[in-house]
């Protein structure tokens, strides 16, 4: 049971008659990055109650007013009871004088304050398995805390925790003697009657929990994990001002929480999830959450591949959320969907028909469309092209040329595609008039496809679609009763988000959110029902393997800040901050993660997941150092800029 106790603790335990612990950031921790983080969540809290209502300036300016009441609760304590140790109701008595409010309000402020420090607390496993120790060994135990809230809050918390009595609770602000001045172990050795000698302490604050009572001759030992091992493990920056205190301060503290709980070191695979991903996806899922229960639907479409995990937390989560719209994962790519959808003169879309980065012959455009090149030879000499086997990269005016010119095959070619997947359509929209959409994003081709074949047969349906993006070519795929939202960026706004997403950030996402199946080639018809064939190939299933692990990192992240979510009211934290790190990862990745991620594959065209690109290549040393043409091609060639730079630097 106590097996993975650190020895020179346990030896400590075993040589003292009396073992005692400090409690917070020891025993117990806050699903925060600082203590202060904690009134950022609570001015959240109190975002969806009366009092900011009646108050919103009060409510805003909270978690700074908070700090200072406190500092001024000390300070007046000092001035009249030569101490600073003061007790919740002395800071919120310099509350209610500054912020001009009744006993009432701030008995509400407290009480919410209170509950917010129940939903955040939870044990450090380590000090919790040493406290368990100690009483298995008949030792007297005593917990000392310098802290404003009562021995009885106090004891909530721990009981919250999991650390149950027997115990003695020593708190300064009820006692007015501190760790910090050394009076509290005075106190502490005068009411045991036991020799300092015969004492060992453990706590977190090296001045107060290891100078101070080493000065007073007992035994103590800085338990400085947390510093040392775990905020270095850290892959969101700790110095940063980001304008969300309170979600980034959660990130933190949860990501804190998971290392310091899951004591074994975690692949890199699965870390990255958690400490990465795992925020962006939650961040996503609050927004959408939020937009469903005030904007109903009949029922919510999750498109395979990208949106499996979404529907995951989805079928889990929406409950919690007050959300209680059926939702159903449906087999859609953009194979299956584009080039049916030509059902009118759009040629706007046309560039979408030749996208990705990777270099492809006319000839194998024209494949994907099922015309055959010979039939078009002449169109494709009209076009500028020498033959066939030229080369037509994305954006390329003579491919968009060439293809103005055989619209009336590609029109035949989408309607000799196009009863499979229409019956398809048919059979997910149901009889429903209101449906949401959840994919990725970018062009909007998924949602204006599928309602350009659902119009086909009906016109009545209304489509919403929800999107972590959309690019400024979303415009082409803008149809009478479709509606488009996204959680990152509109029309490729803000520009800073949209040129990241643009350089990496749209294939780390990709990859992140990849099924545990092949993409949807086509639809068979068994007995009546029409099912998705998918892609078994062996090259996609090693990615999904990978993404699995990112995965289960994330999900880990989820489960742990969810019950902290919940108890602020997620509507309180809608909010794109959830993403900062992920866009810390895309613009400025380390060493270590641009290796090992930028040598991820990705496949940018519908139908030809076998051509995969690596996110960010290592080129040959001396190609690297030159950085000439060759270098050049390559870096415009790699679709994540930042961690190629670091590769080949």
Request: glycine share 6%.
């Amino acid at each position: 049971m106590f097996a993975h106790l650190n020895p020179i603790y346990q030896k400590a335990v075993d040589q003292a008659e009396l073992v005692s612990f400090d409690v917070f950031d020891t025993l117990i921790h806050r699903m925060v990055f600082r203590p202060v983080n904690v009134f950022n969540l609570l001015a959240k809290r109190l975002g969806s109650t009366d009092i900011a209502l009646h108050h919103p300036r009060l409510v805003a300016e909270l978690p700074l007013l908070r700090e200072q009441c406190e500092m001024e609760a000390r300070e007046r304590h000092f001035r009249h009871f030569d101490t600073h140790e003061i007790a919740l109701d002395d800071i919120y008595a310099a509350l209610r004088e500054a912020a001009g409010i009744d006993d009432d309000m701030s008995g509400q402020i407290m009480d919410a304050e209170l509950l917010l420090e129940a939903a955040v607390v939870y044990p450090n496993p380590g000090m919790k398995a040493l406290y368990e120790y100690a009483l298995s060994k008949e030792k007297q135990v005593v917990l000392c805390s310098d802290m404003y809230l009562s021995a009885v809050q106090i004891k909530g918390l721990l009981e919250k925790a999991g650390i149950s009595p027997p115990f003695e609770l020593f708190v300064s602000g009820e006692l007015k003697k501190s760790k910090h001045e050394g009076s509290m172990f005075e106190l502490v050795r005068e009411h045991f009657g036991i020799a300092s000698d015969k004492i060992v302490h453990f706590g977190d604050n090296e001045h107060s929990d290891f100078v101070s009572p080493s000065t007073k001759g007992i035994q103590a030992h800085h338990f400085d994990l947390v510093q040392k091992h775990t905020e270095p493990r850290l892959r969101f920056p700790l110095s940063a001002a980001y304008a969300e205190p309170a979600v980034t301060g959660l990130i933190q503290g949860a990501i804190k929480n998971i290392l310091l709980v899951d004591n074994e070191a975690h692949d890199f695979w699965f870390d990255i999830g958690a400490q990465v991903f795992g925020p962006l996806i939650l961040g996503k899922f609050i927004w959408l959450a939020n937009h469903l229960r005030y904007h109903p639907a009949d029922k919510v479409l999750f498109f395979a591949r990208d949106a499996a995990l979404m529907h995951a937390l989805y079928e889990r989560y929406a409950g919690d959320f007050g959300v209680d719209i059926p939702g159903e994962y449906v087999y859609f790519s953009r194979a299956t969907l584009l080039v049916p959808s030509f059902t009118e003169l759009n040629l706007e879309r046309l560039w979408h028909v030749f996208s990705g980065r990777a270099n492809r012959t006319v000839k194998t455009h024209l494949s994907r469309l099922d015309i055959n090149p010979h039939l078009v030879r002449r169109e494709i000499l009209e076009a500028g092209f020498s033959s066939e086997n030229d080369l037509a990269p994305a954006g390329d005016l003579k491919m968009f040329d060439l293809l103005c010119r055989i619209y009336p095959l590609i029109l035949q070619a989408a309607s000799r595609r196009r009863d499979a997947v229409t019956g398809y359509v048919r059979q997910v929209a149901g009889d429903s008039s209101r449906i949401a959409m959840v994919d990725i994003g970018w062009v909007g081709n998924m949602q204006g496809s599928f309602s350009r074949l659902l119009q086909l047969s009906r016109t009545d349906v209304e489509l919403t679609g929800y999107y972590y993006g959309t690019l400024e070519s979303v415009s082409a795929n803008y149809l009478p009763r479709n509606n488009f939202h996204s959680y990152l960026i509109s029309e490729s706004r803000p520009p800073n988000r949209a040129e990241s997403l643009l350089n990496g950030g749209v294939e780390l996402m990709e990859f992140f959110h990849t099924a545990q199946h092949g993409t949807t080639l086509g639809y068979e018809n068994i007995n009546g029902t029409i099912r998705p064939i998918l892609e078994n190939n062996p090259e996609d299933i090693e990615f999904q393997r990978l993404a699995a692990r990112v995965q289960q990192g994330a999900m880990r992240f989820v489960q742990t800040v969810m019950p902290v979510v919940l108890s602020v009211g997620a509507e309180n934290l809608v909010s794109t901050a959830w993403a900062e790190p992920f866009f810390r990862l895309v613009d400025n990745p380390s060493p270590e993660e641009a290796e090992l991620l930028g040598d991820l594959t990705h496949s940018d065209a519908a139908t030809d997941t076998r051509n995969r690109l690596p996110l960010a290549e290592k080129l040959d040393a001396g190609i690297a150092r030159r950085k000439g043409a060759e270098y050049q091609a390559a870096y415009q060639q790699a679709y994540w800029k930042s961690a190629f730079k670091i590769r080949n630097r």
